[in-house]
């Protein structure tokens, strides 16, 4: 079955960087485009950044654009979400999920908080 | 990039029918049927209802239907059960490659 296992969470100070990885198993990892999502706590749900099966073509919603950096390594069939200058309003549970037009699978998500 | 407009909260009895909306442009709901439902209940992950507007993925129950008019979409959830109390979350593609959530809408079980 989909399994997608975030990791790489905590607390960081505004400013500072964070980079967090999401482990896929059971499907073919390299034919498929990948998503974060985010949820601060006690909201709603807000995209974040998408990329291709192949990793050659990358979006961003405008909150993170320059900020953050989505990338994967398909021979480990493992996703990244590099976070840079942050901020307190990106404090929120980060979740990957898989596929383009929609998000089919979740993983549990890793909570990162921006605070000093 | 604004969210797309759905109501805070929405409820029934159960056994009764209720329907959500999702209200978006011309350059989202309006413009792509890459439109999906997800369900979250608290502290989990949220799961996939309905995708492609009105598709249901394998092992969701035929309770849950959805539609799309113009600009807006809907789910509607027939005969509610106790099991369906939840924040629920339209979603669509949006042109330039980006994609956008609703506010999510509370749906309480009566």
């Known amino acids: 079955q989909v399994q997608l296992v975030e990791s790489g969470g905590g607390v960081v100070q505004p400013g500072g960087s964070q980079r967090l990885s999401c482990a896929a198993s059971?499907?073919?990892?390299?034919?498929?485009?990948m998503h974060w999502v985010r949820q601060a706590p006690g909201k709603g749900l807000e995209w974040v950044a998408f990329i291709q099966y192949d990793g050659s073509k990358k979006y961003y919603a405008d909150s993170v654009k320059g900020r953050f950096t989505i990338s994967r390594d398909n021979s480990k069939n493992t996703l990244y979400l590099q976070m840079n200058s942050l901020r307190t309003e990106d404090t929120a549970v980060y979740s990957c999920?898989?596929?383009?037009?929609?998000?089919?699978?979740w993983g549990q998500g890793t909570l990162v908080t921006v605070s000093s | 990039q604004s969210a797309l407009t759905q109501p805070a909260s929405v409820s029934g009895s159960p056994g009764q029918s209720i329907t959500i909306s999702c209200t978006g442009t011309n350059s989202d709901v309006g413009g792509y049927n890459h439109v999906s439902w997800y369900q979250q209940h608290p502290g989990k992950a949220p799961k996939l209802k309905i995708y492609d507007v009105s598709k249901r993925p394998s092992g969701v129950s035929n309770r849950f239907s959805g539609s799309k008019s113009d600009n807006t979409a809907s789910l509607t959830i027939s005969g509610l059960q106790a099991e369906d109390e939840a924040d629920y979350y339209c979603?669509?593609?949006?042109?330039?490659?980006?994609?956008?959530f609703g506010g999510g809408t509370k749906v309480t079980v009566l």
């Open positions: 059971g499907f073919t990892f390299s034919t498929y485009g």
């Open positions: 979603s669509s593609y949006r042109s330039s490659s980006t994609w956008v």
């Open positions: 999920a898989k596929n383009w037009g929609y998000f089919e699978y």
